[in-house]
């Protein structure tokens, strides 16, 4: 069954450090993938998003993902990280077949905490 | 753009009564997503409709929970009756579709229930 797997369930960085976050799929074909971030009391707001093309999508705040096919990743990175970046992160991709209605597969989660 | 409105923000019940949950869509958006989000669950999708027709309802949980969107620019989610174990925040989400790509999807800023 299509899946996303967020390996990492919780996270602690300190301010200024670097930050990747994992992410991995399964999919039979091209993916249509998608970074969400959560902050504390919020709706989920979209980071990034890969369709085609480079390989290397560079998103809001800062951040980048980088889909590897060979891998089935799709990890987000963040070169410095902010005390404001402290949030649950999404992971997901476009249901296979689903693209009328948009549907995605969402994985677990990641909550990042950063240390001051 | 205001973006996906959700009413009310926060509904707190009684076991037993029931919980009306709405939603309206950001306009010229034909996909709606209901989803709700627990610590011990995550994010799960519950019901989504395309162009108000409900197409995947497989998520909700019991015969007590039933989703109408009766047309483009509302949507509702009801319990009854409600449960302590229904408790959770309840998101809704809508997204652009048919062009064949799968578009983001937008997100309002949830309902918390709390049944006690």
């Known amino acids: 069954a299509q899946s996303v797997t967020q390996p990492d369930i919780h996270i602690t960085v300190s301010e200024g450090a670097s930050l990747e976050l994992r992410c991995n799929y399964s999919?039979?074909?091209?993916?249509?993938l998608f970074w969400y971030v959560q902050s504390p009391g919020q709706g989920l707001q979209l980071l990034l998003k890969y369709f085609s093309g480079d390989t290397l999508v560079q998103g809001i705040k800062g951040f980048e993902a980088e889909f590897k096919r060979s891998q089935s990743s799709f990890n987000l990175r963040k070169p410095s990280v902010h005390w404001s970046d402290a949030a649950e992160y999404f992971c997901a991709v476009g249901a296979y077949g689903s693209s009328n209605t948009g549907k995605l597969i969402f994985g677990q989660g990641t909550t990042l905490q950063v240390k001051p | 753009d205001a973006g996906v409105i959700q009413s009310p923000r926060h509904e707190v019940t009684e076991m037993g009564q029931e919980v009306t949950l709405r939603c309206k869509p950001i306009s010229g958006h034909n996909s709606l997503f209901w989803y709700r989000q627990t610590m011990m669950r995550g994010l799960e999708l519950l019901i989504y409709f395309n162009n108000n027709v409900p197409i995947d309802d497989s998520g909700m949980p019991e015969d007590r929970f039933s989703a109408k969107m009766p047309n483009a620019s509302f949507s509702t989610l009801k319990i009854q009756p409600s449960e302590p174990r229904d408790s959770a925040v309840y998101f809704c989400a809508s997204s652009p579709t048919g062009t064949g790509a799968y578009n983001e999807q937008f997100f309002g800023p949830g309902t918390r229930l709390t049944v006690l």
């Open positions: 999919y039979g074909a091209t993916p249509y």
